[in-house]
């Protein structure tokens, strides 16, 4: 027998074997849905089985004094009262009652335009903060003239007074100089809201991670990411603790003014720190616009803290998303475990409800914004 013939069939295997395996490598090989995931994408669904109580509504009816609507001069407000209805909303505050127009008189006429519309709609729920013109704040006069509109607008029906971030960031006198949160020429109207009896809703600055390293150790990475345009270096416009120290300066020189710290004064994960400058400020009062998720991630150290200050926490949502209020509804009600927040990349991390008692709730959601805002419909809140 040929010893090449007898081999034939031997070699045809193996070159057939061969063969497959390279035609199973080729199959084998990852596909982009089997490929490693970044961290954007890595969303896993929660095994975790845990009683869950998805809220819609709120238990009472409450006041969100942190909102911002920006057609309020000429939009059909049934439609916003109809989605408010669904929430279980009783009134509304618009931080932004003279818009954003930077002309004084096309923000004047935004103010009226506004509460003419509120005025044919429904004013029991729907009420307005005036807003003050940093432009041309070096001219001879800005100061008084300032007090004046104040003065006006609260006359026409403001309920208080929104001071944006951009102080402290971006307003500049006409020396290009950043005009600081503490500036002695914003004095008069501080002081003039105290005679008023109106508050003042004040936002400084933005989270600290903001101005911190862009690198695996920061928990807003991607949210700087994905919104580049937050990202601040360490001195841009100033330190983060600089800003907050000018926010400070102004609570401790106006003792007999109310303020409202947005966002819980950026100190919401840090509530031993926040407790002893409630402590300092008897006149400092905080809402909980858009820092929900930090809330939620200690849910027993925010409970003691919503306790303590009962009286001085208000609600605030900020952004005008119906659905988010959801989450809002969850952390300060339920005991629930272990659930997701409306927005990644604001918090990656899970939930955990406050749990909060009945009165503690009720103060939260609007006995607080009726003690501290003049002027508020109290008739279709609960005693």
């Known amino acids: 027998m040929n010893m090449t013939s007898s081999l034939r ?3 045809g295997q193996a070159i057939g074997f061969a063969f497959s395996l390279f035609s199973l490598s080729v199959i084998a090989q990852p596909k982009p849905a089997d490929m490693p995931l970044g961290f954007e994408e890595y969303d896993p669904v929660s095994t975790l089985k845990v009683p869950e109580h998805k809220l819609t509504r709120s238990k009472y009816p409450f006041i969100d004094v942190h909102n911002h609507q920006f057609q309020m001069d000429k939009e059909d407000l049934r439609k916003l009262l109809s989605q408010m209805d669904s929430l279980n909303m009783g009134l509304m505050v618009n931080l932004s009652g003279r818009g954003f ?25 729907l009420v307005l903060f005036t807003n003050i013109n940093f432009s ?17 607008d609260v006359k026409k029906g403001a309920k208080g007074l929104k001071i944006y971030k951009s102080l402290g960031f971006s307003v500049k006198d006409d020396k290009g100089n950043r005009v600081r949160v503490d500036d002695p020429r914003l004095d008069p109207i501080w002081a003039k809201c105290g005679q008023l009896g109106i508050p003042v809703l004040i936002h400084t600055a933005d989270p600290k991670s903001f101005w911190d390293p862009m690198d695996r150790y920061n928990e ?18 100033v330190p983060w603790d600089q800003l907050i120290t000018e926010q400070h300066n102004v609570f401790r020189k106006h003792p007999k003014t109310t303020f409202i710290a947005a966002h819980m004064g950026w ?13 300092v400020f008897p006149n400092m009062n905080v809402e909980i616009g858009a820092v929900i998720a930090e809330l939620g991630r200690q849910p027993r150290a925010s409970r003691k803290f919503f306790e303590k200050y009962q009286d001085r926490i208000l609600f605030g949502k900020d952004s005008w998303v119906p659905s988010e209020y959801a989450t809002y509804f969850r952390v300060l009600e339920t005991d629930d475990e272990y659930f997701p927040y409306h927005k990644k990349y604001h918090a990656f991390w899970r939930m955990y409800g406050m749990g909060l008692p ?7 959601y609007y006995k607080n914004a009726l003690r501290i805002i003049p002027g508020l419909d109290k008739s279709q809140f609960p005693n």
């Open 9 to 11: 069939p031997i070699v």
């Open 101 to 125: 127009a930077d002309n004084q008189t096309a923000s004047t006429k935004f103010f009226d335009d506004a509460l003419t519309n509120i005025q044919k709609t429904n004013p029991k729920r």
């Open 136 to 152: 041309n704040v070096n001219d001879k006069g800005w100061t008084e003239q300032a007090v004046k509109i104040l003065e006006e």
């Open 220 to 237: 807003r990475w991607l949210e700087l990411k994905l919104h580049a345009g937050r990202k601040r270096g360490p001195n841009d416009p």
């Open 267 to 279: 100190y919401p994960n840090d509530l031993r720190k926040l407790d002893s400058l409630m402590t």
């Open 358 to 364: 009945d009165e503690v709730l009720k103060k939260v």
